[in-house]
């Protein structure tokens, strides 16, 4: 009974995961989605948004997961392959690999116009691999903050 359980609750996040790759949610056309070369470069799909008053700026990181997602399955193409769910196992690595990707900001608040916050990335390499996706090798990108009031 609990294998059962077990295997069902899989399935279900694979749907459930599946559903927001074809369907997309998240921060639409922040980058150009690139196949031909085969690496995903993580960090093109993140941008920062700053808002408040100068000096008491606050920061936030936006993810494109959606463009992200569908270069590292290969493109919309492959994505729609992937709609029947009969490859679990293909569906489960990409799961794991988007799910090991993690950011940090270096300063989120008391920021001021012209100052720097740097986005940090990083990931379980060994989830990319066997999800046969490469991550590009930036690793941080530094974010100018503007607009603050």
Do not use: P
């Not at 808002?51 to 990181?61: F, I, R």
């Not at 740097?118 to 990931?123: G, K, L, N, T």
């Amino acid at each position: 009974m609990l294998i059962h359980s077990k295997k069902l609750k899989c399935i279900m996040m694979a749907a459930v995961v599946a559903a927001t790759i074809l369907t997309g949610c998240g921060k639409a056309g922040s980058a150009q989605i690139n196949t031909e070369d085969g690496v995903t470069n993580i960090l093109d799909y993140v941008s920062v948004e700053f808002s408040g008053k100068n000096g008491e700026g606050t920061a936030w990181v936006n993810v494109d997961y959606d463009g992200m997602e569908t270069e590292m399955v290969g493109g919309k193409d492959k994505i729609k392959e992937l709609d029947d769910m009969s490859d679990l196992a293909t569906l489960s690595k990409y799961i794991n690999a988007v799910s090991s990707i993690s950011f940090s900001i270096d300063k989120n608040e008391g920021l001021s116009n012209g100052d720097q916050v740097i986005v940090s990335v990083s990931y379980d390499s060994s989830a990319a691999e066997s999800a046969g996706v490469t991550f590009g090798d930036q690793n941080s990108k530094t974010f100018e903050v503007k607009g603050l009031k």
